[in-house]
């Protein structure tokens, strides 16, 4: 029986950096001084988008090989016969 290969768990921590890195120049580029729902609304968006690179993050360190294992039967029936 082979060893299944040890992935490399954050080869898809790229995306979740990025997300988190860019979250403080758009909030110093968008926000609006004296246009509180604006900036609450904004400061919502850019904390949602931050809590779900990191929870996207550790889903896909958790569950590495799970991530486009799809396999699909393609063989046609009516030939076996």
Do not use: C
């Not at 120049?25 to 990191?54: D, K, Q, Y």
């Not at 799970?66 to 063989?75: I, M, P």
């Amino acid at each position: 029986m082979e060893a299944k290969p040890q992935p490399n768990r954050w080869a898809i921590g790229g995306g979740a950096i990025v997300l988190l890195t860019i979250a403080v120049p758009l909030w110093n580029t968008m926000r609006e001084p004296g246009h509180l729902g604006w900036n609450l609304f904004l400061g919502a968006v850019l904390l949602g988008m931050s809590a779900l690179a990191i929870s996207a993050q550790i889903y896909f360190s958790r569950h590495p090989l799970d991530v486009g294992e799809a396999r699909f039967d393609t063989s046609n029936k009516s030939d076996e016969a």
